[in-house]
């Protein structure tokens, strides 16, 4: 067999391998937001994905890792997102309203994987609580860091007062928590989107020179 052809069969065996993942992943998450994380099985899963028990544990050893892995990549993506959205600004207002638009487009599309921890964090086991956590904790620096030198552009280009980038910072992301909290106790009632202008609009009633 020709190198050109072994490459094109392995690019397309790691294809389906990926696809049927994703399959798994997807599946996965529909039984927790249904059912709940722990009254949610690995069998239940695999029947699910239409996938023998055996083959499931072959991509994931254990219902714990499996939620640790779909999380993981869920906060990846809107990390990625957002980072390629703002890239394409100029204005640290445009900046901001792309980080905002990008990051509750992704949460109304994939809201269950963080409700999902939200509702079982307390109760999940030891080491997926503490590995949890850590992935959480190290995005959440990460997005405050991307906030953070936002505001710092628009200190410097004499948009925004001359206050702690970082006190700024949580401040926005209170207003975001905030904002998808209520969205949540409203049922999805209505876009969260439609709240940027407004969200925006009492940040920069304290930060805007």
């Known amino acids: 067999m020709r190198p050109e052809k072994t490459d094109k069969l392995l690019n397309r065996k790691e294809r389906e391998r990926l696809a049927r ?31 023998s028990i055996g083959s499931l544990y072959n991509f994931f050893k254990s219902k ?3 939620f640790f892995v779909l999380f993981k990549e869920e906060i990846e993506e809107i990390e990625r997102r957002v980072q390629t959205e703002i890239a394409k600004k100029g204005s640290v207002k445009e900046k901001l309203t792309a980080l ?30 503490d590995n949890l956590f850590q992935i959480v904790h190290l995005k959440h620096l990460q997005f405050v860091k991307t906030m953070k030198e936002i505001i710092e552009q628009g200190i410097k280009e004499r948009e925004l007062k001359e206050l702690k980038p970082e006190e700024m ?22 876009s969260l989107k439609e709240r940027i202008p407004e969200l925006l609009e009492i940040f920069y009633r304290g930060v805007e020179k």
């Open 64 to 66: 714990e890792e499996l």
């Open 169 to 190: 910072a949580s401040a926005l992301i209170g207003l975001v928590n905030g904002s998808i909290f209520l969205w949540l106790e409203s049922g999805r009632s209505y």
């Open 100 to 129: 905002l638009e990008t990051l509750f487009s992704y949460f109304e599309e994939h809201w269950e994987a963080f409700v999902v921890l939200a509702l079982n964090r307390q109760s999940f086991e030891a080491g997926l609580k």
């Open 21 to 51: 993942r994703k399959e798994i992943l997807n599946s996965a998450l529909r039984l927790f937001s249904q059912k709940g994380y722990h009254q949610t099985s690995m069998s239940e899963i695999a029947r699910a994905s239409e996938f």
